[in-house]
């Protein structure tokens, strides 16, 4: 059985209105709150965000930007004790419905971590392995996608000649990009990144930095990060974070050059309190 | 005087070592005097291409391949039955199980290769055996199949337990990269913690066909003492090890053929295993530089 590329589309029925692919998609958050066994980690968050935009998650550490970004491809499920209330709404449909398949809904969602973690597989396979769980067996469109990935991702130039080298053998930036690429290669509409320069160098971090702006184009990007630098270069929108609550959000230039709070003034110029 | 406290204690530790090495060496020079002084009188040739073993009858044909048959078969379906129970026992473990079960069903699961070998030996000869006579009603009081499946038992927990450490051992990481992706945890399991693992799992595979291999105790109660060129797993056959044991506790003169035909199936059967062991040690030792 073969999938084309309208099955696809036809599969992203949970967070699509339509079947164009690569749409971006809204995202609505209502009356959230999160815990972790009797700890409250998110506190009453409500938050729009916009097609096409970048929005910034800044905070002090443990402040739950991790938790709350983790909430979007359902990513917390997996630990036993958290528990979720209120509604995250995309493209007009709560995720947190019980009829909801979370497998689905995270190859709308493409998340990118902290320290690269590519498979210990060959460059080709970690790109081409979103679709292949997909089930797609038609080669020539996997690796049309897999190239397509690697030249959003900036990495192509790099690895063309050796696509069956191991991925463990590249670069941590290297790496990086291809876990981006690999996130590309499903085509989701939205794309989550939990610091995902922290632990780069400043080149690749500028590389990453000049794809998210590209990539904004097609999708929607929430990234968390402690570089205060990075929100303000590449976000769009920014939330600020304190100890589970969303104390100040809105567009990066307001909250990066007239703050309304003086938590995010304290935070964004550095006196930490 | 603390000096020479630390200079003896030293000399002490390493002659523990010393020891332990010229011990082996001194094992493996008998074996291979012993096993060269036969080979002077039986040819290489024969050794390994004569089908029959019948050292101890008046016609005499010293061919090892029955004896190794009878290993191979053996160990064959040990691992038939431990491979597939040992790695699903692993991987649940690894990726279902809750970490309490983990915790107190792995020890349990060792206990299987505490038991002691000639209780299984029992086990196959008068529980597995007439159980099985119930479907093979041809099947022999002593088999290849109950030994085999008795002794796959016991060598579960060489594979489950092995491989469920390197599988716990690959990141987390991976598993979220793989579940970010709208993998589901049966695709990630298969598709990125096995292959990540593969390395761990194969030394665990080879550790325990070296344990099949060189099983004594259950083979030589359960598999007979008949030496038999086959691949039936109906009908009797001998070990290496069985052999050994049956010439060992015979009345087989010292210095005679006889007595150095268990020096050449000690031999073959050494070489097997040290081979195994080599493998699994080398493989060991890559796996060991990807992980650091
Ligand atoms: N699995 C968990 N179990 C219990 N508590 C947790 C768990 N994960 C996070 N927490 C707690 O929830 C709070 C928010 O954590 P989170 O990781 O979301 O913070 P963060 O803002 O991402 O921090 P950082 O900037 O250091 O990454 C912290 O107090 C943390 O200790
Ligand atoms: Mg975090």
Same mark, same amino acid.
């Given at each position: ?29 209502k009356?959230v709150?999160? !815990? ?39 990513m ?62 038609d080669?020539?469109f ?10 959003q991702?900036?990495? !192509? ?48 971090t ?5 794809l ?40 990066t ?14 935070y ?6 | ?15 523990s ?21 036969f ?10 291409t004569d ?24 160990s ?26 983990r ?15 000639v ?12 159980f ?10 002593f ?35 793989s ?16 292959p ?22 259950i083979?030589a ?7 038999r ?44 295993t ?9 493989i ?9």
């Amino acid at each position: 059985m073969e999938i084309t590329m309208e099955k696809i589309a036809d599969k992203k029925t949970v967070v699509h209105q339509t079947n164009e692919v690569n749409q971006a998609s809204k995202i609505e958050v209502k009356d959230v709150n999160v !815990w972790y066994g009797d700890f409250q980690a998110i506190k009453g968050i409500n938050m729009n965000i916009k097609p096409n935009t970048v929005t910034a998650f800044i905070g002090p550490s443990g402040c739950g930007k991790s938790t709350f970004l983790r909430l979007f491809n359902r990513m917390n499920d997996y630990i036993d004790t958290h528990r979720m209330e209120g509604k995250i709404k995309i493209n007009g449909n709560n995720i947190y419905k019980k009829k909801v398949n979370v497998e689905e809904l995270r190859k709308e969602i493409g998340m990118v971590f902290q320290k690269p973690n590519p498979f210990p597989k060959s460059i080709f396979e970690n790109v081409a392995y979103g679709l292949k769980i997909q089930g797609i067996k038609d080669k020539k469109f996997i690796i049309e996608r897999v190239e397509k990935a690697l030249k959003q991702a900036d990495l !192509w130039e790099e690895v063309k000649d050796n696509l069956k080298k191991s991925a463990l053998a590249l670069s941590g930036g290297q790496q990086q990009r291809l876990c981006i690429a690999r996130t590309l290669a499903v085509e989701p509409s939205i794309i989550l990144m939990d610091e995902p320069t922290s632990a780069l160098d400043p080149i690749s971090t500028s590389k990453i930095e000049n794809l998210i702006f590209e990539l904004k184009k097609k999708y929607t990007i929430i990234i968390v990060t402690h570089n205060m630098q990075q929100a303000s270069r590449i976000s769009d929108y920014t939330a600020f974070f304190y100890i589970g609550e969303l104390i100040e959000f809105g567009k990066t230039k307001k909250i990066f050059t007239n703050p309304e709070h003086k938590r995010t003034e304290n935070y964004i110029t550095g006196r930490v309190g | 005087m603390r000096k020479i406290k630390e200079y003896l204690i030293e000399k002490l530790l390493f002659s523990s070592v010393l020891i332990t090495v010229g011990v082996t060496l001194g094992i493996i020079a008998v074996l291979g005097f012993e096993a060269f002084r036969f080979f002077n009188e039986v040819s290489i040739v024969e050794f390994f291409t004569d089908t029959q073993w019948t050292p101890l009858f008046t016609d005499k044909h010293y061919g090892i391949l029955p004896l190794l048959s009878g290993t191979l078969l053996t160990s064959f379906i040990a691992i038939a039955v431990a491979l597939p129970l040992g790695l699903s026992i692993g991987i649940y473990l690894s990726e279902y199980a809750p970490k309490k079960f983990r915790k107190t069903i792995k020890p349990l699961l060792e206990l299987l290769a505490a038991v002691p070998t000639v209780v299984y030996g029992f086990f196959a000869l008068i529980v597995v055996t007439p159980f099985l006579q119930g479907f093979i009603p041809n099947l022999s009081s002593f088999n290849s199949l109950s030994a085999g499946i008795v002794m796959g038992i016991m060598i579960i927990p060489f594979i489950s337990s092995l491989s469920e450490d390197a599988l716990h051992a690959v990141p987390y990481a991976l598993r979220e990269a793989s579940y970010g992706m709208g993998a589901t945890k049966l695709q990630t399991a298969f598709k990125v913690v096995v292959p990540a693992a593969s390395s761990g799992i194969i030394v665990s595979i080879i550790l325990a066909i070296s344990r099949a291999i060189g099983e004594t105790m259950i083979v030589a109660i359960a598999a007979g003492q008949q030496p038999r060129f086959t691949l039936d797993p109906t009908v009797p056959v001998e070990t290496i090890t069985a052999y050994i044991v049956q010439v060992s506790l015979g009345d087989v003169q010292h210095g005679s053929v006889e007595y150095r035909t268990i020096f050449a199936a000690g031999i073959t059967l050494f070489v097997f295993t040290f081979l195994l062991n080599t493998y699994s040690y080398s493989i060991r030792k890559k796996y060991q530089q990807r992980y650091e």
